[in-house]
């Protein structure tokens, strides 16, 4: 198989759907050698900011030196941006070899899952790139995960909020429960939730598998200084001037976790020095998430694709950035509490410009405008991503500001129309109309 098709092959897995257990893929990882026990890992589960935490370690352990692995989803662009190596993508070639080799491997299997084949593809490339450590974010809840077959040095969870109630409960008790099963005998908890509940939970489930807690405000903490720089007081390190390569404040809870997670590395055996957790925490490199990609007018794309994470937007837009109107290009999956993600965000946007990403899943634009019919805002619905982006750009003016935003699929197909637009019009700056 060539890359085309290869992909093709493993999207095609996905009319299996969403499958939790662990049998499957425990088989399958099994007639591949069992390469997961090969590398050591952290392991980081939660509602919001996995992703952001996982890209700060893995940005902290490769400013240290260490060959460190990476593997996220979903991908914004191109698949191989769920398997990286020192923020390096899996190879095209390296896709197409390991997916035969993986397909032989899963024949006498029942219906393996698109998540599981490729979690097997992400284990089997860190054990044979010999990576020293792999940072792995959970695809969807923690218990039943396909990588919570990991025995990791450290297990996070950034935090509880309501999302997938499908699949993990309608309460947020419920949800942690699903989350907390990522929690390993005689292990290391950290975590940045502040919900009681959910705390009280977390403090149960690490007694009873004698494994230890620390808690973001009262364990370690990143606070952010006059001068605009952080402080970080940790369990054993205190480091001043610090700065954030990513935008938004709710990144400092993110940022917090990432360095008490290092911390406990260096426990490990992990030569981490202040300076690398310094330069790592700024070189950090995550796009689709508070990115600015334009300006006159200025472009952001954020995946933001619950309310919790809707209303930390809101805040970032309305502290962080100066600008005369908000223009919102926004997608939702329609398995989502789009209510409340709506009521979250649209007050603050002048016009919103509805659009589908090409998902089954997503909301489609005559559902996302229904709700907003007695809302009052101006709203356009749209053939496409790539139209609700470009009509956005020809309405705003210099000074206005355009948010990509609703699902990490959306914002990675304007990302992709936003590079066509722009290698078009030679630069975005004349697409906005004069003040």
């Not at 990286?84 to 997916?99: C, D, F, M, P």
């Not at 024949?107 to 698109?114: A, E, M, Q, R, Y």
């Not at 992990?270 to 690398?276: C, E, K, L």
């Not at 930390?312 to 209510?339: A, P, Q």
């Amino acid at each position: 198989m060539g890359y085309r098709s290869s992909i093709a092959y493993l999207y095609g897995l996905q009319h299996y759907g969403i499958k939790f257990g662990l049998t499957s893929i425990s088989k399958l990882l099994a007639a591949l050698g069992n390469p997961h026990h090969h590398f050591r890992s952290v392991h980081i589960a939660g509602t919001n900011g996995k992703g952001s935490t996982a890209a700060f370690i893995a940005s902290i352990a490769a400013a240290a030196g260490y060959k460190t692995g990476l593997y996220t989803s979903p991908h914004l662009i191109s698949f191989t941006e769920r398997i990286k190596i020192n923020n390096r993508e899996i190879s095209r070639a390296s896709v197409v070899r390991l997916t035969g080799l993986i397909r032989d491997a899963a024949s006498p299997l029942d219906s393996i899952t698109f998540f599981e084949f490729v979690t097997a593809m992400a284990f089997t490339f860190f054990a044979e790139q010999k990576v020293e450590c792999a940072v792995v974010e959970t695809g969807m809840g923690g218990r039943l995960d396909a990588t919570n077959v990991l025995q990791p040095i450290l297990s996070i969870i950034t935090n509880v909020s309501r999302d997938h109630e499908l699949y993990l409960g309608n309460t947020l008790p419920k949800i942690a429960n699903e989350k907390a099963g990522i929690i390993k005998r005689n292990g290391v908890l950290l975590t940045a939730a502040r919900n009681s509940a959910v705390l009280k939970l977390f403090r149960e489930r690490c007694r009873k598998k004698r494994s230890a807690l620390l808690v973001l405000g009262k364990d370690f903490n990143l606070q952010r200084r006059p001068d605009n720089t952080l402080t970080y007081r940790g369990m054993a390190h205190d480091i001043h001037q610090l700065h954030l390569g990513l935008r938004g404040e709710h990144q400092l809870d993110n940022g917090a976790l990432a360095l008490a997670a290092v911390e406990l590395l260096g426990r490990s055996g992990f030569a981490i020095t202040d300076t690398s957790m310094r330069r790592g925490l700024k070189d950090v490199v995550w796009p689709g998430r508070l990115e600015t990609a334009g300006s006159r007018p200025q472009v952001i794309f954020d995946g933001a694709h619950n309310p919790a994470a809707m209303k930390c937007l809101r805040n970032s837009i309305l502290n962080g950035f100066d600008y005369d109107r908000l223009m919102l290009v926004l997608g939702i999956m329609h398995d989502k509490d789009i209510r409340t993600m709506l009521k979250e965000i649209v007050p603050i946007a002048s016009k919103v410009f509805l659009c589908r990403p090409r998902m089954d899943r997503a909301a489609s634009t005559a559902e996302l405008a229904r709700r907003l019919r007695n809302s009052g805002v101006c709203y356009l619905e749209t053939q496409s991503v790539g139209e609700a982006l470009q009509r956005a750009l020809q309405e705003a003016r210099r000074r206005d500001l355009v948010c990509i935003t609703g699902s990490l699929f959306t914002v990675g197909e304007a990302q992709a129309a936003f590079k066509r637009l722009t290698a078009a019009d030679g630069c975005i700056r004349r697409t906005g109309k004069p003040d």
